[in-house]
C-alpha cells in the first residue's frame, strides 16, 4: 500500500527556474493539499483541493500554482521560483468525511539558490 | 477562519515526568481536533483526533488529550514521558481545510 507518494524528495534550483513537485495518492481520498514547513513556521498550507476540478487558496499560495484532473494526483508548480520557496514541502491526503485525519507523504526538501 | 495556537516554542521536561502541551483554537462550530508528532527528519504522524462525543480522547503511545469548549483548548497530556517523546508536536483544526499550529518543541532531560 503506497499511501501518499512525493517526488522529487530532494531538489536544487537556481533563482527563476520553475519546477513541478509530484504528488499521488492511491487511498481514493477526495482531499489533498500542500504544506510547507519552514523553522519555527509550523507547516504552512499553501492549496489544497476537495475534488477532482477543484482547488482553493491555503494561507501561502502566492508563487504556486496546483491542478486536480484526477483524485489521485495533485502537482505543485513553482513557476519562477525565489530563495523564500526554500523550504520542506508535504502533500497530504484525506477523505472528506469524519473525521479526516490527514495521510502524508514523506516530504520534499527544495533549496532555490 | 480557523485558527491554531500553540503558546510554547519549546518545552523541556525530564523523563519519566508528566507532560502537557498546550493547544489554543479558534473556530465557530464544533472543530475537529488533531494531534500530530514529527520525529527529527521524519514526516508527520497522528497521534489523536476529536470531532464529537467524549472530550477526553486517547491516543497513540500512551498519549491523550482533553477538549474544552469554554477555553477553547485542545491540550495533549502523557502521564510520564519516555526519551522517544523528544519531537515537535503540531495541534491542527479542521473545516473545509486543515490548519496547523506553529509547533511546539519537546525536550526530554535524562
Known amino acids: 500500500n503506497a499511501g501518499v507518494t512525493q517526488t522529487p524528495k530532494f531538489q536544487v534550483l537556481k533563482t527563476g527556474q520553475s519546477m513541478t513537485l509530484q504528488c499521488a495518492q492511491d487511498?481514493?481520498?477526495?482531499?489533498m493539499s500542500w504544506y510547507r514547513q519552514d523553522p519555527g513556521m509550523g507547516l504552512r498550507l499553501i492549496h489544497y483541493?476537495?475534488?477532482?476540478?477543484?482547488?482553493d487558496q491555503g494561507e501561502v499560495p502566492n508563487g504556486y500554482n496546483v491542478s486536480r484532473s484526477t483524485t489521485e494526483d495533485f502537482p505543485l508548480r513553482l513557476l519562477s521560483a525565489a530563495p523564500s520557496q526554500t523550504s520542506v514541502y508535504f502533500c497530504?491526503?484525506?477523505?472528506?468525511?469524519?473525521?479526516?485525519?490527514?495521510?502524508f507523504g514523506e516530504g520534499s526538501r527544495l533549496t532555490v539558490l | 477562519a480557523q485558527s491554531v495556537t500553540q503558546p510554547d516554542i519549546h518545552i523541556t521536561v525530564s523523563e519519566g515526568a508528566s507532560l502537557e502541551l498546550r493547544c489554543n483554537y479558534s473556530y465557530g462550530a464544533t472543530p475537529y481536533l488533531f494531534w500530530y508528532v514529527q520525529s527529527p527528519g521524519q514526516g508527520l504522524q497522528l497521534l489523536l483526533k476529536y470531532f464529537s462525543g467524549d472530550t477526553l480522547v486517547q491516543g497513540i503511545k500512551g498519549f491523550e488529550a482533553e477538549f474544552k469548549r469554554s477555553q477553547s483548548s485542545f491540550n495533549l497530556r502523557k502521564p510520564s514521558v519516555h526519551w522517544s517523546d523528544a519531537a515537535e508536536y503540531f495541534c491542527a483544526v479542521r473545516d473545509d481545510k486543515i490548519i496547523f499550529g506553529k509547533g511546539t518543541r519537546l525536550h526530554i532531560l535524562p
Open positions: 497530504a491526503s484525506s477523505y472528506n468525511g469524519l473525521p479526516g485525519e490527514l495521510f
Open positions: 487511498m481514493n481520498h477526495e482531499y
Open positions: 483541493s476537495v475534488g477532482a476540478g477543484i482547488t
